[in-house]
């Protein structure tokens, strides 16, 4: 019997990289679009033991429809991080079964709803961390709705379901030095060391991300179910605390945070996926001793 061939996009980011090697392990054949033909062999070095059963194409633009109706050829499972490009091209293959969607917590309620958000709003900086959170936050919302009329409109055959994670932290298996740090981990980071936190502490390991986008492939949930990925609960208070106690030479981050403690409803997770969250602590600490040790390499 031929193992399931799924499509992944975004393969080379953070949370994709984590996605490749678990649907590897769950005996799914994997292809992968690129943007450039050198990251191929980027992806073949990471997975070498995989290598025969990874394929990659190359599609500098993931908004365009006509190369994915290349792509998605023989395809059962498509997990996408991208645009209603690929939803569209989707539909000329009968055989896809069930799409999952990468959205992100940002644009959800704890209640589940979406947040309103103005797309029309004047950002008068874009290029400070407020104009870049929240032009982010508009194009996750823009994408999300896109997805949620395409399900409306087109009525589509295979199962679409999407998932928001909170933060994802946790050891990368992308970053190759300090400067390397992706955004979230880096938050962390900084916040551990600094302090003056100025999110919510709402935080899912990188691995149990990944490991939900998997199980959400041939799960119960019927179409158009979403699936918000939230860790553990813990405190900006618990983690200085932690900090205090296994970095106190790096830890500036005091534990008398006054801040709103937010929390996220996690019931679609629990209920079809039967996830089981990684503990917090040695998921910070994956964070914490990976960047340590590219600072250790940075010259003096």
Same mark, same amino acid.
């Given at each position: 019997?031929?193992?399931?061939?799924?499509?992944?996009?975004?393969?080379?980011?953070?949370?994709?990289?984590?996605?490749?090697?678990?649907?590897?392990?769950?005996?799914?054949?994997?292809?992968?679009?690129?943007?450039?033909?050198?990251?191929?062999?980027?992806?073949?070095?990471?997975?070498?033991?995989?290598?025969?059963?990874?394929?990659?194409?190359?599609?500098?633009?993931?908004?365009?429809?006509?190369?994915?109706?290349?792509?998605?050829?023989?395809?059962?499972?498509?997990?996408?991080?991208?645009?209603?490009?690929?939803?569209?091209?989707?539909?000329?293959?009968?055989?896809?079964?069930?799409?999952?969607?990468?959205?992100?917590?940002? +644009?959800?309620?704890?209640?589940? *709803?979406?947040?309103?958000?103005? =797309? !029309? #709003? /004047?950002?008068?900086?874009?290029?400070?961390?407020?104009?870049?959170?929240?032009?982010?936050?508009?194009?996750?919302?823009?994408?999300?709705?896109?997805?949620?009329?395409?399900?409306?409109?087109?009525?589509?055959?295979?199962?679409?379901?999407?998932?928001?994670?909170?933060?994802?932290?946790?050891?990368?298996?992308?970053?190759?030095?300090?400067?390397?740090?992706?955004?979230?981990?880096?938050?962390?980071?900084?916040? +551990?060391?600094?302090?003056?936190? *100025?999110?919510?502490?709402?935080? =899912? !390991? #990188? /691995?149990?991300?990944?490991?939900?986008?998997?199980?959400?492939?041939?799960?119960?949930?019927?179409?158009?179910?979403?699936?918000?990925?939230?860790?553990?609960?813990?405190?900006?208070?618990?983690?200085?605390?932690?900090?205090?106690?296994?970095?106190?030479?790096?830890?500036?981050?005091?534990?008398?945070?006054?801040?709103?403690?937010?929390?996220?409803?996690?019931?679609?997770?629990?209920?079809?996926?039967?996830?089981?969250?990684?503990?917090?602590?040695?998921?910070?600490?994956?964070?914490?001793?990976?960047?340590?040790?590219?600072?250790?390499?940075?010259?003096?």
């Amino acid at each position: 019997m031929s193992k399931s061939l799924v499509f992944i996009t975004g393969g080379t980011g953070f949370i994709g990289a984590e996605v490749i090697p678990q649907a590897l392990e769950a005996g799914y054949r994997v292809r992968l679009s690129i943007r450039k033909p050198e990251q191929q062999t980027i992806i073949e070095q990471r997975y070498p033991e995989y290598v025969s059963d990874i394929e990659t194409v190359v599609i500098p633009d993931i908004s365009e429809r006509e190369p994915f109706e290349t792509a998605l050829k023989d395809v059962d499972y498509p997990a996408l991080n991208g645009t209603e490009a690929i939803l569209y091209a989707a539909l000329k293959f009968p055989n896809i079964k069930t799409i999952v969607v990468t959205s992100s917590c940002i +644009i959800k309620e704890n209640s589940g *709803e979406v947040f309103p958000v103005d =797309v !029309d #709003v /004047k950002i008068s900086d874009p290029y400070s961390q407020d104009g870049q959170r929240l032009m982010y936050r508009i194009s996750k919302f823009l994408a999300h709705q896109a997805t949620r009329d395409f399900l409306e409109r087109e009525k589509p055959a295979f199962k679409l379901l999407t998932t928001h994670p909170v933060f994802v932290i946790g050891r990368s298996r992308i970053q190759n030095s300090a400067e390397q740090v992706d955004l979230v981990n880096n938050m962390l980071w900084s916040t +551990i060391q600094y302090g003056n936190p *100025e999110t919510p502490s709402l935080w =899912v !390991d #990188v /691995k149990d991300c990944a490991a939900a986008h998997v199980k959400a492939i041939e799960c119960s949930a019927p179409s158009g179910t979403e699936f918000i990925h939230n860790g553990p609960d813990v405190s900006w208070n618990e983690i200085a605390e932690f900090g205090k106690q296994e970095y106190p030479q790096l830890a500036k981050l005091e534990p008398n945070w006054n801040g709103h403690n937010t929390g996220a409803e996690t019931v679609n997770v629990k209920k079809y996926l039967g996830m089981e969250w990684r503990p917090w602590k040695p998921t910070m600490r994956e964070v914490m001793e990976q960047q340590l040790s590219f600072q250790s390499q940075v010259p003096k």
